[in-house]
């Protein structure tokens, strides 16, 4: 299916944009990888892409939420994977005015140019943040939607646009709403990057809040999924989980980790400039994945324990990129 087709991922420097375009070029598609405009030329997390994955990209510097440019990189292009936006919460406690200007504003733009441009398929990428602390679990698609964040509300207007589009132009789009994901190159604003990187190299661990429980996907079980998933026809127009269906505390997260580092003694203390504010703080998210297993064949095949694994290795090779005695937002 995507043999020989021109696919955009926008987000391309971050995280899981990273990995899914590993994932794309895999299975031998013609990549174009749209990065936040920088002076400095960073390509951020598509460094640490092998050489040789990096010259066979197209990739572009730009601003999503710039509604010319953005017509220019989606044209052309068979598929068009929507990843940009501005995910740190606690960032959106103080500049909540540039999470709609991305988020709301940058998703339009890419709707819009599909919308102009015909675009095969568009696969818009939700947060399970947007349910909020559950009402009930596991979670499925029909959950309320709760902005307990400035963050998490930008991401609901962004999907109730992506449905819009698909109600009134008949564009044909996909969300998928990931739970929790973790792996090599997540930057230290996540919490598992956090734990290692502190353990590695001070003498105890700083957190927020250990009683919150949520499901954590790894990165390649999530880009496979957002491949699955978001190409699937059966789904067009919906929303559709990734998760585990598992759910774990954060203190029972941390000390997993660190009994994989051989640290079980290390002393984890809160800090309070690490903790949400009370009624934004989303206590549980543990994801019903029935529609991404059942209809569009997508299950994890890491365990927690395969993922951390891998995560850590790579942490451990790469522990200059990381800053444990800063409070990354």
């Known amino acids: 299916m995507l043999k020989g087709k021109k696919v955009l991922v926008t987000g391309a420097g971050g995280f899981i944009g990273s990995h899914l375009i590993e994932a794309l070029l895999a299975k031998g598609a013609d990549v174009r990888a749209f990065v936040k405009y920088n002076g400095r030329g960073d390509l951020g997390m598509l460094s640490d892409l092998p050489k040789a994955s990096q010259s066979s990209l197209e990739i572009i510097l730009g601003d999503v939420a710039d509604p010319f440019f953005v017509r220019k990189v989606v044209r052309g292009c068979d598929y068009v994977f929507h990843l940009a936006a501005l995910i740190g919460i606690p960032y959106s406690y103080v500049a909540p005015s540039d999470y709609v200007r991305v988020n709301v504003q940058g998703t339009v733009n890419i709707l819009q140019a599909c919308c102009d441009e015909g675009t095969n398929r568009v696969v818009h990428t939700s947060t399970s943040e947007a349910y909020g602390t559950a009402q009930y679990t596991p979670i499925d698609e029909k959950h309320p939607l709760q902005g307990q964040s400035p963050y998490s509300a930008s991401k609901i207007a962004a999907d109730k646009i992506v449905q819009s589009y698909y109600q009134s132009f008949d564009l044909p789009v996909v969300t998928v709403r990931p739970f929790n994901t973790f792996g090599p190159r997540q930057s230290a604003r996540a919490l598992i990057p956090t734990v290692i990187s502190q353990a590695l190299t ?54 997993e980790i660190l009994k994989m ?40 095949k890491y365990s927690l324990q395969k993922g951390l694994s891998e995560t850590i290795d790579w942490i451990k090779k790469n522990i200059e990129k990381y800053r444990p005695e800063v409070y990354a937002v």
């Open 202 to 255: 001070r003498d105890k661990v700083s957190l927020g809040s250990l009683e919150p429980v949520r499901d954590l996907t790894f990165v390649k079980d999530t880009a496979e999924g957002l491949i699955t998933v978001g190409l699937c026809d059966e789904v067009l127009g919906q929303v559709v989980n990734l998760g585990t269906g598992t759910g774990n505390s954060i203190a029972t997260i941390v000390k």
């Open 261 to 300: 580092l051989g640290k079980e003694n290390m002393p984890i203390e809160q800090d309070q400039s690490r903790v949400r504010p009370p009624k934004s703080e989303v206590m549980c998210l543990i994801s019903d994945n029935t529609i991404a297993r059942e209809v569009c064949g997508w299950q994890p």
